[in-house]
Structure formats: C-alpha cells, structure tokens
C-alpha cells in the first residue's frame, strides 16, 4: 500500500520542563498559551477547549497549504477531549446541572463537525478511537477511501492530550499535548512517498503518535518505522520531495 503524505503540521506541548529538555522534536514551553485561531469567530473559540484548538489549528493549516477549499477529513484521537468529559462526570458526581454546550462539545466527533461547520466543508468525514493503533487505523482508513475514484485527497487529523490527574495511572508517564495534520493522496509530485506493509513486528510504545511525527520531521528516504501494537505496520519513506 503506497500513499503520499504533504503539508504536514504539529502543535505539540510539553507536560514539564523535563519533557522540554529531552524533546526530539520542537515543543512549546509548558506555560505557553494555546494556538492561536483568529479565523474562528470570537463567541465560539471562547467555548472551545485547549484540545479543540490544538486539532482546528493544525487541521486548518494543513488544508490552508494544501490549497484545497474541501476535501473528506478522518479524525483520529485515543481518548479524544476527555479533560471536559472528566470535568462532566464530576459535576454528575455533585449532582451539578450540566451544561449542554460542554455536553455537545465532549463526545469524540465535536471537534471535526466544529471544523465542518466553520470551514463549510461538506464532504465525508469520519471520526477514529482505536486504542494505541488509532493513529495506524487513521492512515489506513485514508488509504482505503482514495481506492474511491471520486476522492484524490483526504486530510488526516490526530489529537490527544494527557490524562487528567485522576486517570493519570492509565496514562503513559511521556505523554504530553499532540496534534498533527497531513494530507494523504495516492499521486501527488510533492510530499513524502510511503510504502506501508504488514509487520511480525509490533510496535509496543504507547506513544506511537509522538515517534510517527518525529519519523516525518526527519523526512529522510529510507528512514522505517513500525505503527500498531497488534495489526502492526512497517512505514517505509520511499521518496521526499519538498512542498
């Protein structure tokens, strides 16, 4: 399975100043602000979470770069926005009312209808949770939607954040705030060429996401590495042609 990757964008945020020192790739310091989304109208970025912003703002980059006005979209994040979730359930627990915009705003797919709604795009889009093979799972899901004749393009957005504290046991101890966008074709003169092929190898770190940005930010032909904990995948750059 080949594909071809471009206009690719990451936010990514340290946890700590540890977390900062030891990056491979550019991290914003922890005390920075979030991303900045002047495109969106003032009254709706206000509700919007530090999660929603992180996924708007490389989704709209990379779509912005691709030139394309729209184009189907697969939204890929493991726990999706579960700060807000979380800070429902302790309100349930407090028998406190709860607001229906924060509601509407924490179930999986709300931040690709937001970009849908506010970018007027209105072809088909999707949303993946998929454990620790979710960013896998995106990219191949990508790949088998270009088989359709009618779709030469499909923007793939990842986001995920740490686990708020009460949960912080089930999260991994590197994780830290991650998003990513890209534009997947099948014939594209520009971009990073991939070949994807199943792997007897699986990939057991938990922060796949994390080592797949820094596979791109490398950009290097021949550089591999393997995605997916149990339907593994070895990624192999074929070819990198700047855009």
Known sequence: ?????????????AKDEAQL?????????????????????????RRLSHYAK???????????KSGAESMPVVFASQHGDFHRTSSILKDLAHQ?????????????????????ILTNNQQPMNSIAAGENTLLMALIEASIQLNNPNISE???????????????????????????????????????????????????????AKQFVEFLVTNKTNDALVLG???????????????
């Open 154 to 208: 499909v923007l793939v957005v990842y986001c995920d954040q740490p686990l708020p504290d009460d949960y912080a046991r089930f999260d991994d101890v590197n994780s830290c705030d991650l998003a990513c966008a890209f534009v997947v074709s099948k014939d594209n003169e520009q971009g990073i060429t991939l070949s994807l092929t199943p792997s007897d190898t699986p990939n057991n770190t938990p922060l796949q």
């Open 96 to 116: 406190e009312v709860i607001s229906p915009t924060s509601f509407g705003l924490s179930v999986h797919n709300a931040v690709i209808g937001l970009y849908s």
């Open 1 to 13: 399975m080949k594909m071809v990757l471009s206009h690719f964008n990451y936010w990514c945020k």
């Open 21 to 45: 020192a030891n990056a491979k790739i550019e991290m914003f310091d922890p005390t920075s602000k979030s991303p900045q989304l002047d495109w969106v109208p003032a009254m709706q970025r």
């Open 54 to 64: 992180m996924a708007l703002f490389v989704a709209a980059n990379s779509a912005e």
């Open 229 to 243: 904990s149990q339907s593994a995948w070895h990624l192999h750059i074929d070819e990198v042609t700047p855009c």
